[in-house]
């Protein structure tokens, strides 16, 4: 089993097939494992417990077949209805995701290393300057890591509180969460690029701004394209849940159907919102694999 | 005209990689500098348009400075010399056209250079280079399609289309085979003469370097112990270029391939 060697003790476990380290580690992640279980107050007996057969037996009862009706679905107006409201979390998450990337390339040049004070585009650059980059850079990087450690939910909670209930709420939480997300992603590839390219575009006599743009970027403009579309497809799952706190979408039937016991309408929400995110994903993928 | 005068470099970890280096270069020469690893050689011709910053010491170009230019003056004297990487260092994902065009970058204004929108000339230029390295029907192919040779074709297209004063190459050839690193060379020599340009060439085989150069300038820590056309890199010049060299094995190792001359001073130096 032990396939690398590592000393004689690995030599003399390999009849038995695991060597002292690696039973410590097994050992050592069980005992985490025990107490994250504890902590989470894991309790298999809840899931058999009377109480919770009958309510999950009244759930597949009432649940099955899902409401179908003309009226939940289509509602009253335009902007009624459940498949409405499917519209709305794609149009949401669209709309979020672009205004997302608008944040997350400026602060993503900004938290890049490469592009702000370090590499082959200060080699000749003054002290005043290096120091001016690497404080533009550390102040963009807090400002990715304070965006996407507030989740969009409870972002989308601030902007419901400050500009209203609605969907545009939910496009703003996306927008600022996904931000921090993509910019840091974006900052991270950028600090991965080959500083021997940027640096020839550089030593031709373009300027620092032209070897960015045209020596360090398109390096990545492939990958980030797709890693965008990917977090696309998780925007999607993301606004599907801003409802729960009024910012729009689909959302608002799961949580308000759960609080009226309305088993039927919520299947159907559960179906349409796993459509919507089994088409999302398979269109996202399509599109990656053309990038490729 | 180059002048090279007293250049010295001393990095930051105290290495003194050039001790005083001084040299000329004009007309359309062909200047080959040979030295074991670690000589300095790279540290040299990337000292010369700053790409490493020397610590002492005078580059001019014709009547400019380079040392001690500001950043935007270096950066007009950086389009008047073009570089050729041993790694070739393209942006693997943008096209054949796209890389040539990008040596052009220096010339356009920031928000043309923005939208890549480069003048009629320019990219009627690039045609024609396109034709002169021996790429004409991959213009448009990914550079991450092509061969070693094709790409280090592009590095020098690259160089070629800013219209330099001077070419520098850091062993244009190290990571080519035998006779691909030879058309390299000859096409690197053609385009001094027809271009009328100076080129400074790093090279690790010798061979290459006699049978292509003007001139030869022998490194050996970080001093200039040999200057001279390659008729006189007789056996005791090149005992004195790699005698402060690294162990022979590593200085070898990368280039098996047909380096007789470089074999000879091994067997001669007896180690
Ligand atoms: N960035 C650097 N930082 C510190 N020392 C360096 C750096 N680059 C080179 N050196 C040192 O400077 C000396 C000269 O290096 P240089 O790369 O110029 O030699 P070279 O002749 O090009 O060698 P090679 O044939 O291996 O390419 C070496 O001792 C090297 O270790
Ligand atoms: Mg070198």
Redesign the interface.
Known sequence: MSEKYSGPDAAQHAATGLSKRQLTTLLGGCVILAAAAWIAEVDPMALLAAGAREQMAAFVAEGIPPETSREYLLGRSLRDGLLWAVVETLAISVVGTTLAVALAVPLGLTSAATVTHRGPLYRNASAGRITVGRGLYHASRTVLSFLRSVPGIVWGFLFVTAIGLGPFAGVLALAVHNAGVLGKLYADFLEDTDPMTTEAVAGSGATRLQAVCHGMVPQVTPTIASYTLYRWECTIRSAAILGFVGAGGVGYYLVITIQRLQYGKLSTAILAVFALVVTSDWLGSRLRTRLG | MLTVDNLEKTYDSGDKALKGVSFEVSGNEIVAIIGPSGAGKSTLVRSI?????PTAGRVSLDDTEVTGLD?SA??????????I?Q?F??????TVM?NIL??R????S?WN??R?NFPPEDIKRAREILSRVNLEGVENNRADELSGGQRQRV?IA??VI?RPKILLADEPTSALDPDTSREVMSLLTDIAHEDDIPIIINIHEVDLAVDYADRIIGLSDGEIVFNGPPDDLDQAARDEIYRGGESIADREAPSAGSSTDSDDVIAERGD
Do not use: H, I, P
Request: no cysteine.
């Open positions: 348009n700053r790409l490493t910053e950043k270096l950066r007009d004297v950086r389009r008047d010399m073009g570089m990487f790694e260092n393209l942006v693997e994902r943008l796209e990008s040596g970058l220096g010339y356009l920031t250079a923005f890549r590095g690259r160089a800013q």
